[in-house]
């Protein structure tokens, strides 16, 4: 999928600290002249210093996906279903460990972290499927 100048987007991190979160961002620069390299702004990621600036980092092709679509906000997850997590400023994908309340215990293989995180910060996990373009 080609990406165009405005698009939001995600960006599937590989970075140390953020591996296997998804981080929103926008598309500053269609795809760059020397491969299939994109430049994108974070929107919760920020520079470093006395006056921060949003990040912005040139991310190849295979780490970046559109956003997913919008969807009705979940009532109910079931026990160990699949879902993102928005914490330290992106999406996690975890499986639901347990429920209280209006609360969901969330696992997260990556970390072997189980944390409690309220319906508002929970999606459906989706996957984007790139060769046939949808999400599954």
Do not use: Q
Request: aromatic fraction near 14%.
């Amino acid at each position: 999928m080609e990406f165009v100048k405005g698009d939001k987007v995600e960006v599937c991190s590989k970075e140390d600290g953020f591996f296997g979160s998804y981080l929103e961002a926008k598309v500053v620069s269609s795809k760059l002249p020397y491969g299939s390299y994109y430049k994108v702004k974070y929107y919760n990621l920020v520079t470093e210093g006395e006056d921060p600036l949003p990040l912005i980092e040139i991310i190849s092709s295979d780490e970046i996906r559109p956003m997913p679509p919008k969807s009705e906000p979940a009532v109910m997850f079931s026990l160990h279903e699949k879902v993102d997590a928005f914490d330290l400023d992106g999406w996690w994908v975890g499986e639901i460990t347990g429920r209280r309340g209006d609360l969901f215990s969330v696992y997260f293989a990556t970390t072997n972290e189980e944390c409690v995180y309220p319906l508002k910060r929970l999606r459906k996990h989706l996957e984007w499927d790139r060769v046939n373009r949808v999400w599954v």
